[in-house]
């Protein structure tokens, strides 16, 4: 038996103007969508953008649905319209951010699993890299350089031969 340590690296900014004009601006796509997520059950609203390589930006937003499992979350909503729209086309970044009601997201939200395994997906197929953003209503932002600095042992294709 041997044991093995996984380890991240990710990058803490301490709010939202400390990223530079690339992040921000895609940052401030999502932080702009956010308020038109449909979440009349939860309401805690999600927003993303996604930046392709061809230099399109893709939102989208959590849409909640009665039943609930039929919403969808923001990252999927936009990941899924990237790969409907733009087939082939590489995704070098998301941003993501959540507001809570009550004001109370101030610390980063990340994704939740079913969206990482999705974003993993994207990421394994075009074989590079998706850097991703996340933070809350305010306060600190959180970046890594890879899907896989949240998911270190993604489940993809290769198991699936």
Known sequence: MQE???SSTIKVFDNFDELDGD????MSLAIEVRDTAYAPYS???VGAAILLENGEIITGTNQENAAYPSGLCAERVAIFYAGAQYP???IKKIAITAAAS???STEP??????????????EQKQ???????????TGKVIKTASLLD???LAFGADYLK
Do not use: H, N, W
């Open 88 to 90: 082939g086309v590489a």
């Open 23 to 26: 992040d921000s601006s895609l």
């Open 4 to 6: 093995v340590k996984l």
């Open 102 to 104: 009550d004001g109370s």
């Open 109 to 122: 939200v990340s994704s939740c699993g079913a969206c990482r395994q999705s974003i993993a997906e994207y």
């Open 127 to 137: 074989k590079t890299p998706i850097e991703m953003l996340f933070m809350g209503e």
């Open 43 to 45: 309401t805690f609203k």
């Open 150 to 152: 949240l998911l270190p």
